[in-house]
């Protein structure tokens, strides 16, 4: 289904009825997209509602006119500029202006993407159901995201286990004469080979011992919170 | 399909066997003693609790909302001379209000105390990315949402119906007793209806007490029942524009990001004739105001217009206490922390609690016969746990997997559009059971997750090197 969305040709999209009530205009053009560090200090972000503190509004909820209570009249700056980028069509990535020599340059998908939602995450927009977004990854397929993540990893992780069984093997060889088919025999050299691949695969940074300490720890937690009750009981 | 259609319709009109009471003993009419005294699940072995002669065992249940409406009217009906203490008879506690499908079967509720019927519901990734699911839903399945103004009153009116004493009043505190079987003396002030009257003080002799008061309960605090971790859930309630109303008709919304909370989500569920836009969070409550202002910046563009009625804000247990039940004093809904993780529901289980702590006092004293002990009361607690301990855990483990960080939000709304997720979740929601499901389909499913997450997680790798 979003495959056949992404192919709908491109129609100009009125992208300018996003800003058509903004008061100020902020010049819209692609190249911000690419420098979302640098808006950041032009567009006005959403601030405490503080009592009175009247920040640049633009529309304005209604404020207390039937006297309902004490309602809030409530300021919602929103000056932000909004998410725009020609490649970027009804709510999802157009493929069609992504072909490179005749095929989907799924790299470049995958860069639009993270910029748009490294965009989205310092400036959040409001979800508008006219313009609805539905893009989703599993559009670009699987060997691109292997190509492009998975094999740089995977040759990090394999040249570490090559070095460390290159030496492992030389180190028992010196010590105990044995040779590495005969290694291969042993159970605990089998064993200290799976601990080997183990840790090289888990471990891969200092601080992922930690990180699988306290995993571990987390999985067991809300159980020990259930059962605190029946401790009681055993204690009588 | 047919089947699976007549098995959930059969599973809404048959009325389960807790609800009905055979035994309708008269309050001085002792039972003869040769009558036996099954008890189904045994903790430990059953001491023999001596007989009452003269009355029927009293209790006390602290705390009118629905957990002390529900069990209130079970205890009335099992024949227990029953006073329920309640504090504001007419409070609009803030709340979401959402009750599932299975709640209005079991406590048979009638039909107009529901507002809404939500049968769709949007979920709102932190990239926008909107899903809607509610399309595996048949016509006849719902979730209702309710004023708890409504329901806790009717539930109480019910109660009362059934014989059960409603006062209105404010619980102070609770003598222990002195002896074994001793009673348990409690302090509280009983309101006259005088608008600003401290109440007048009055005690009452109990047997047995139940908590039912609430997340900051009083009770709890008298057998150090213990603290635990909680969620402030804030919430305004916001008057929109008729044909703003209209999209929210049987819509509920939920928007995940860390813009919006960094460990719950925010929502806009529509009430009776407005919406109620919130959000909440356990670990950074001091910027709740914050996610709130997100919250209500990602859903402008649909509450446009709109006036704020009402803001409110309450605690939401994390998780149950360390005690749950001490000697002849046990604790049901929020008291205990019987709040779901993930989708921080609460309504259902407060009264299921109620009930079933109820029934096994109850049980324990063959209808308000014999003296109740702790062991009647931890047959609650067993088979509470046994019963709903899977739904806990699969909703505690989603939230650890899918509230971390915004690549798993992204991954948990992409999963969301998956046909086989939509129908398990709603299943086990509106249905209160875990269904082991199709194994084929559950590895699909086990696949696509941990495909979405590498993905969103891989996105979010490389917005780190921007």
Not at chain 1, 204 to 232: G, P, S, V
Not at chain 2, 132 to 143: A, S, V
Not at chain 2, 311 to 331: N, Q, T
Request: charge should be neutral.
């Amino acid at each position: 289904m979003t495959s056949s969305m992404a192919f709908i040709s491109s129609t100009p999209t009125n992208l300018q009825s996003f800003s058509s009530s903004s008061k100020t205009h902020f010049p819209i053009n692609p190249f911000i997209i690419l420098k979302p560090q640098r808006l950041n200090l032009v567009s006005v972000k959403a601030t405490e509602n503080g009592s009175g503190a009247a920040i640049a509004v633009e529309e304005k909820k209604d404020s207390d006119e039937g006297g309902n209570g004490a309602p809030v009249a409530d300021d919602v700056a929103e000056l932000g500029v909004k998410f725009e980028d020609p490649k970027w069509v009804s709510g999802t990535w157009d493929l069609n202006q992504f072909q490179k020599g005749g095929a989907t340059d799924w790299d470049a998908v995958i860069d639009a993407e993270v910029k748009r939602r490294k965009w989205l995450e310092d400036n959040p927009e409001s979800s508008n159901n006219d313009f609805p977004v539905v893009f989703d990854t599993s559009i670009v397929p699987w060997w691109a995201w292997i190509k492009r993540f998975h094999l740089p990893e995977v040759e990090r992780l394999n040249g570490r286990a090559a070095m460390v069984g290159f030496f492992m093997a030389y180190f028992v060889d010196s010590l105990t004469g044995i040779g590495l088919v005969d290694q291969m025999g042993n159970f605990f050299c089998k064993t200290l080979l799976f601990v080997a691949v183990a840790g090289v695969l888990l471990i891969r940074k200092n601080e992922d011992i930690e990180t699988l300490k306290k995993l571990i720890d987390e999985t067991t937690f809300y159980d020990k919170q259930w059962q605190a009750t029946w401790q009681d009981e055993k204690k009588e | 399909m047919a089947s699976v259609a007549l098995k959930s319709f059969t599973g809404l009109r048959q009325s389960s066997p807790e609800n009905h009471h055979s035994s309708k003993s008269l309050f001085s009419n002792p039972l003869p003693s040769t009558q036996l005294h099954y008890r189904r699940l045994n903790v430990l072995a059953g001491k023999s609790s001596p007989k009452i002669t003269g009355r029927n065992l009293r209790v006390a249940i602290i705390g009118g909302g629905p957990a002390g409406g529900a069990a209130a009217e079970t205890l009335a009906k099992g024949g227990i001379e029953t006073i329920l203490i309640e504090r504001k008879l007419d409070n609009a506690k803030p709340c979401g209000g959402a009750i599932p499908l299975c709640m209005v079967g079991e406590f048979d509720l009638p039909l107009d105390i529901i507002d809404r019927r939500v049968t769709k519901m949007k979920m709102i990734s932190p990239s926008n990315v909107a899903v809607d699911i509610g399309r595996t839903l048949k016509p006849h399945e719902y979730i209702g949402m309710v004023r708890r103004e409504v329901l806790d009153c009717y539930l109480r009116d019910r109660a009362a119906a059934a014989g059960a004493t409603v006062i209105n009043g404010l619980f102070v505190k609770m003598d222990k007793p002195t002896d074994k079987y001793a009673p348990y003396v409690i302090h509280y002030n009983e309101y006259d209806g005088k608008v600003g009257s401290v109440g007048k003080k009055v005690t009452a002799e109990v047997d047995a007490v139940i908590g039912a008061d609430g997340a900051n309960s009083r009770v709890a605090k008298s057998i150090d029942a213990g603290d635990y971790e909680y969620a402030i859930a804030f919430q305004e309630r916001i008057k929109i524009p008729d044909d703003k109303m209209q999209y929210y008709e049987n819509l509920a919304e939920m928007y995940v990001g860390d813009d919006v909370s960094p460990d719950f989500y925010g929502w806009v569920f529509p009430k009776c004739d407005h919406v109620a836009v919130g959000t909440g969070t356990v670990t950074h409550k001091p910027d709740i105001k914050k996610f709130q202002l997100a919250t209500r910046l990602r859903a402008r563009d649909k509450i446009l217009g709109g006036k704020i009625i009402r803001v409110e804000a309450h605690p939401i247990p994390e998780h149950p206490r360390p005690r749950r039940l001490a000697d002849r004093v046990a604790l049901v809904g929020d008291a205990a922390g019987y709040v779901t993780k993930c989708s921080g529901e609460g309504i259902y289980f407060a009264a299921k609690s109620g009930r079933m702590c109820a029934e096994a006092i109850v049980e324990g004293s063959a209808n308000g016969t014999r003296m109740v002990d702790e062991a009647d009361l931890r047959n609650y607690l067993e088979k509470w746990d046994k019963t709903y301990w899977p739904t806990y855990k699969v909703l505690d483990i989603l939230q650890k997997v899918f509230y971390r960080s915004n690549p798993a939000r992204e991954a948990f709304v992409e999963m969301c559009a998956d046909e086989y997720v939509q129908k398990m979740t709603f299943d086990s929601y509106l249905y209160k059971r875990v269904v082991p499901g199709n194994p084929l389909e559950d590895l699909k499913l086990a696949v696509n997750t941990i495909g979405s997450l590498v993905r969103a997680n891989a996105l979010r790798k490389e917005m780190a090197k921007i």
